[in-house]
């Protein structure tokens, strides 16, 4: 798991289509949304910095959410992907690995270093 | 556990969000942070919790850019403050006398005038206010029954925002890219 800063507008950048994706594999409740997205390396979002790209993604109807009574405390607001978001993430997933081939072969030409070698 | 430090930083939040972000909706995201704060401070401690949470200044304008736009709804609590505004000065206003019709018609120059809100002298008039017309005065005015019901109830659609209520939908462009191909 690669837990090495990222550059902040990068990750403000691709935190929606990162949402989306996690969303689409299970719906989620938000602290669960935040303990998976620094589970898969991204530790340096401020875990405040989710809410605010859920409700944006929400706002825009590409999510909606529904409360579920917790064991443990107040319901949960469990976020759910709907069709347009499922778009979304089509879109937005194909254009990020579009912009990803088109920029690694340029910053790592021989296949090697930081973006091609060991986390 | 909800502790003092947790509901200051959230009422902090809730501070900058004010003016940009509607109350109910502050509530909401009040309520969203306390459970993650909650969940958070049980793993890392409470202090962690907070630190993590990031800096509010910088979380307070993401919700700024994330709230914008977002669908009004009504205001239900400022429509029965109105509401209630405005039966209060109905009340206060029916029946007051500025001069005694006595008085004027005393005088022996009495020109008096009537005006009605509403259908005049039937069952639809709302207010009714009288004068005499040489002194330009607001001798008196009369607030019928339809008054004290209708007045209120405009006051609260108005005072509510009622139409927010109306959904709108969203804007052109998204709606002509969901359609397209």
């Known amino acids: 798991m690669q837990t090495a800063s990222h550059d902040s507008q990068i990750l403000k950048g691709v935190l929606g289509l990162v949402l989306l994706h996690l969303i689409d594999e299970r719906e989620s409740y938000g602290y669960e949304l935040v303990e998976r997205v620094h589970g898969i390396g991204l530790t340096d979002v401020p875990d405040g910095s989710i809410y605010p790209a859920l409700g944006r993604l929400e706002r825009d109807g590409h999510v909606t959410s529904h409360l579920v009574p917790s064991p443990s405390g107040p319901a949960r607001k469990y976020y759910r992907l709907s069709p347009s978001g499922r778009d979304l993430l089509a879109a937005r997933g194909a254009a990020w690995l579009r912009l990803v081939d088109a920029v690694t072969p340029l910053l790592n030409p021989n296949g090697s270093g930081p973006t091609g070698g060991a986390p | ?181």
């Open chain 2, 1 to 181: 556990m909800t502790t003092t430090s947790t509901e200051l930083t959230l009422l902090r939040l809730s501070w900058k969000l004010r003016g940009d972000v509607e109350p109910a909706r502050r509530r909401e995201i009040r309520r969203e942070l306390r459970a993650h704060l909650r969940s958070s401070a049980a793993e890392i401690g409470q202090k962690e919790a907070l630190r993590r949470l990031g800096d509010l200044d910088d979380l307070a304008r993401e919700y700024r850019e994330a709230e914008r736009g977002r669908p009004r709804g009504p205001r239900i609590g400022s429509g029965v403050v109105s509401a209630i505004a405005v039966w209060v000065l109905l009340i206060v206003l029916d029946g007051r006398t500025i001069m005694s019709w006595n008085d004027l018609e005393s005088r022996g120059d009495f020109d008096p005038w009537t005006w009605t809100l509403g259908a005049p002298n039937g069952m639809a008039s709302l207010l009714t206010f009288s004068g005499d017309v040489e002194l330009g005065l607001l001798l008196d005015v009369q607030v019928h029954r339809l008054g004290y019901i209708l007045l209120p109830v405009l006051a609260f659609l108005i005072g509510a925002r009622s139409w927010r209520a109306i959904h709108r939908p969203r804007s052109f462009p998204q709606r002509w890219r969901r359609a397209a191909p």
